[in-house]
């Protein structure tokens, strides 16, 4: 069975950096789509950044300049380099992949979440 798994989440201060990492595991054939969604507390989950296997990438306005995508495909995993976090980056930050399993049927997958808490 086909799983992600998040790391990386944590408290951190304002204006510091982060490195999320989302790993597949089990068997597929290709990780077509990644994607990295966060929710905060009373709010809805929002899309953050997203990858193709083509290498496009795809950022919500509130952290463009700020948050880098990407990928690894030899080690089935998805970064987030998070830098200059501000407060409102808090929220639990979740792995999203479209994953074309062995029969090439396409599963939509979801990690359980890690959270990023930015904090004096």
């Known amino acids: 069975q086909v799983r992600v798994d998040e790391s990386g989440g944590g408290l951190v201060r304002p204006g510091e950096g982060k490195l999320l990492s989302c790993r597949a595991y089990?068997?597929?054939?290709?990780?077509?789509?990644w994607a990295w969604y966060r929710q905060a507390p009373g709010q809805q989950r929002e899309l953050v950044a997203s990858i193709t296997d083509g290498l496009t990438t795809n950022y919500a306005d509130s952290v463009k300049d700020r948050f880098a995508i990407s990928r690894d495909n030899r080690r089935s995993t998805v970064y987030l380099q998070m830098n200059s976090l501000k407060p409102e980056d808090t929220a639990v930050y979740y792995c999203?992949?479209?994953?074309?399993?062995?029969?090439?049927?396409?599963?939509?997958?979801w990690g359980r979440g890690t959270q990023v808490t930015v904090s004096w």
């Open positions: 089990g068997s597929f054939y290709s990780i077509p789509y």
């Open positions: 999203n992949a479209n994953i074309r399993d062995t029969r090439l049927v396409e599963v939509d997958t």
